[in-house]
């Protein structure tokens, strides 16, 4: 392996280890993130001394490490550089609040999908997604709502890339996959079914500047609840809303 292409996936290894942490898990082992990771002991250890030099993370009780408060002000720089966030915002807790689920924005962050914002809905049992994690680069509605910005060629480097890397491929097959991308961006909206994580079914719709899709806003919920009327429900909510946000980034 060339020494450019080694350091990258070490560095990439190392921002998905600091990703490892969530509100859900604010501190963690050595050994529970190599576990996340699917590394060896040894080698996240080294992912941990080189984030704990750059102040990024710092160890507490009982060999635990958790985020340093400098984490905390990358997050209110990128809030700050985001105004697609503050727009949408309120939009968001509207729809969560009349869905009663959880409402995410994402967005294409260097050519992979990843959650922007998200309101939690106040359920007892909810979905739940972190702001800045990465979502699946060939799965799920969102993604096909935002490669459909892409050109044709542009796509099918994607899906390259993606399956390059260890992404999960699509579920019925590149071919398929662009198919889908060019008739979710015709419908305006689209639906997963299960393909990202068991018993989830979602609702997708594009956020647009003008003529350009800029994100995508999502209502993700457990499949379990949802009879074929609230599903359109939340299809018809999902697609207002972000006509809705689209509007507001216009003005």
Known sequence: MAPSKAGADSGRRALELLFAFTEQRPVATVRQLAEDLGIPVPTAHRYVALLRDMGLIEEGDRGQYHLTMRVAALGRAARRATPLVDVAEPFMRELSESTQETVILSRL??????CIHR??????????????????????????????DLSVAERRRHIEQALAVGELPPVNGPEAFLAEIDHAVRQGWEVSREEIDEGVWAASAPVKEGSQIVAALSAPCPAFRLDEAQRESIIEQVVKTADRISQALST
């Open 119 to 148: 309101v939690e809905s106040l359920r007892p049992f909810r979905l739940s997604f972190e702001p800045g994690q990465r979502l699946p680069a060939l799965r799920g509605a969102s993604v096909r709502l935002l490669l459909g």
């Open 109 to 114: 962050v260097h050519g992979l999908p990843v």
